[in-house]
């Protein structure tokens, strides 16, 4: 899997990247000093190639872009969150498998 799957989401431009997508989007919110994450992090690129052309990925780092993770009350990480037609309509807090996060990106497709 290549992380050019994978788009970077940040304060800056998590409105236009991921609340005005057309798409559904996929925002794993993370931070390089967790390990979780880190575990996480092969998952949810799988998820990007599975979905491909049907939902966007974003990854979205807590310690950089923590004004987006207040707003959405991101308290521990990984969090991941689907957003359709730019509301946030479910979450996943923790290390989950595969097959979770794939029923879990079902509820937007």
């Not at 050019?4 to 409105?15: P, R, S, Y």
């Not at 052309?53 to 009350?73: I, P």
């Amino acid at each position: 899997m290549s992380s050019q799957l994978l788009g970077v989401a940040t304060d800056d431009n998590f409105e236009s990247e991921v609340l005005k997508s057309a798409d559904p989007v996929l925002v794993d919110f993370w931070a390089p000093w967790c390990g979780p994450c880190k575990a996480i992090g092969p998952i949810v690129e799988e998820i990007a190639g599975q979905f491909e052309g049907r939902l966007k990925v974003m990854k979205l780092n807590v310690d950089d872009s923590q004004k987006t993770a207040l707003k959405f009350a991101v308290r521990s990480i990984p969090t991941i969150i689907l957003f359709k037609d730019g509301q946030a309509i479910d979450t996943v807090v923790g290390l989950v498998p595969k097959a979770r996060l794939e029923e879990f990106v079902k509820k937007a497709l």
